[in-house]
């Protein structure tokens, strides 16, 4: 009897309790980043373009002495495949619902994602400080969508909180340690380390980076790694504060540098080989980002807006493809993709975009020196933007414009300081829209009367852009310039400089 009590614990003594992974879902304003925020005492959501999370992060904090990482999604329609990879690789769901708004659209989506997956979940009634703590329309919008809470005929537990003051997020964070012992969750030290691939990008210095939540076994630096359409080994490992570290257990969010190729999203990762076809998800919830395929989609067509696709990371890259192909097109004209990949915008790219008559796209990404250079010579339009609805607008406007190509930065002129010489006007300015760059050129549009028409009255190119005494290459959205431009015309208060290409 004591020799199979020694071997039923020696079989057992590599299973160990691990730490939940806990993905925020819910539908966009709903203030899923913001109590991120609050938990973990960091301003990440300053640091997002615009407020809006447009990638997957993961991040680990510590409630009462328990490790509990966290999962961050967006809430837009367009990133649908993302919400669906974080609660893949979740053991629990923090389902986040506005109390002052209730059930919309990505909030029934996320809903029917925790459905599909089987994954436990806690609602988190937010904006309480905004209700006076009243959450009874979120509550009967969620029973009218068939989510039965605690009280109520259900088991769902909830919590009011209110993640700009904090108010209630204990409690909500005792509730996901209680839903975690609930579940007992396990991992094996002794076995291989694998986990699931969140995201991938090419940085330009360290090479490829592979975001992973680690879900069982021991990662190890060294070790090496595979997956269903990549391979490599962990040359630099990092825990989710991007200090390096020799090894992670689970649920610890890491990122991979070594993998030789560009692993797609969503796929399993494993020390060692795993067999062919190893994927994440099966049936209708599979999800391959179009990073993962041959670059190039398309050729180019006529009576359309030719684009070039590149994005800082393989989710990105993934929701700007969806929203792009799926702009309205009743313009007359089509968009054609012609190519999407992810890293920087490259002077390889402009000379693809010249080869194909495109349009290059960039989406949370930069333009090198050299790409910039080209464009400017070979006329190449590069739109660029960290959020993805200024994106979507600039390709809609040119689709059903009749001007042609949408403004990538329009100016409204504020003051005239110096006319003595037209090809050399000094003028000031407020940026509306886009952006606006130096030795780029642009239209006058001029308002002649109340009831007048915008008309063209004349055109010319930005020689200089000064903020304040200093002299800067491009100004956005909100800001106040000094513009020393060559044109023809006399330029007013109140004439609107439009950068189409």
């Known amino acids: 009897m004591a020799n199979a009590t020694t071997k039923s614990s020696s079989v057992n003594a590599g299973i160990k309790q691990r730490p939940p992974i806990v993905v925020v879902m819910g539908h966009v304003d709903h203030g899923k980043t913001t109590l991120l925020d609050y938990i973990r005492k960091a301003n990440i959501a300053a640091h997002e373009a615009g407020g809006i999370t447009q990638a997957v992060g993961a991040y680990e904090i ?68 905004k209700t006076g703590g009243a959450i009874d329309k979120a509550r009967n919008d969620l029973m009218a969508a068939d989510i039965l809470l605690e009280g109520f005929g259900g088991q769902v537990s909830y919590h009011g909180v209110s993640a700009k003051t904090g108010e209630g997020v204990p409690d909500l964070l005792d509730l996901v340690v209680l839903a975690a012992d609930v579940e007992d969750l396990k991992y094996d030290a002794s076995a291989p380390a694998s986990g699931y691939i969140l995201e991938a990008r090419r940085d330009p210095r360290r090479g490829i ?9 021991i990662l190890h630096r060294g070790d090496p790694v595979k997956t269903a359409s990549a391979a490599g080994k962990v040359k630099i490992l990092e825990n989710f504060l991007e200090k390096p570290v020799l090894q992670l257990e689970p649920s610890a969010p890491a990122v991979i540098i070594g993998f030789e190729s560009l692993p797609a999203v969503g796929e399993v990762f494993g020390v060692g080989e795993l067999g062919t076809g190893t994927s994440a998800y099966a049936g209708d919830v599979a999800v391959k980002s179009p990073a993962a395929g041959a670059g190039r989609l398309g050729e180019a067509k006529a009576n359309t807006l030719n684009l070039i696709l590149k994005s800082s990371d393989s989710g990105s890259l993934e929701a700007l493809s969806i929203v792009l192909r799926n702009v309205d097109q009743s ?17 390889g790219d402009v000379k693809h975009a010249v080869a194909t008559g495109s349009t290059i796209i960039g989406f949370k990404n930069k333009v090198t020196g050299g790409a910039r250079t080209l464009a400017e010579a070979q006329e190449v339009t590069i739109i660029t933007s960290n959020i993805v609805y200024d994106l979507e607008k600039a390709v809609e406007e040119f689709l059903t414009g009749a001007r042609g190509p949408a403004a990538l930065g329009e100016l409204e002129v504020l003051a005239v300081f110096n006319q003595e010489k037209l090809e050399k006007q ?76």
């Open 62 to 129: 510590e409630h009462n002495g328990r490790k509990i990482t966290f999962i961050d999604t967006p809430g837009h329609e367009a990133f649908m495949s993302m919400r669906s990879r974080g609660a893949q690789a979740a053991d629990l769901a923090i389902l986040v619902v506005a109390a002052d708004e209730g059930v919309k659209p990505q909030t029934k989506e996320s809903i029917r994602i925790i459905e599909e997956t089987k994954t436990p979940f806690i609602v988190a009634f937010n904006k309480i400080d």
């Open 209 to 217: 980076e592979a975001t992973v939540i680690v879900k069982n076994g």
């Open 426 to 501: 000094l003028v000031g300015g407020r940026v509306l829209s886009g952006v606006v760059r130096a030795k780029t050129s642009f239209e006058v549009v001029r308002q002649s009367g109340a009831e007048a028409p915008k008309q063209q009255f004349g055109h010319g190119r930005i020689l200089e852009l000064r903020e304040r005494k200093s002299e800067i290459t491009q100004a956005e959205k909100g800001k106040e310039i000094g513009l020393l431009v060559n044109t023809h015309t006399a330029i007013k208060v109140g004439d609107k400089l439009v950068i189409r290409k």
């Open 331 to 347: 313009g007359g004209k089509e968009v054609n993709v012609v190519e999407e990949a992810v890293g920087d915008i490259t002077d």
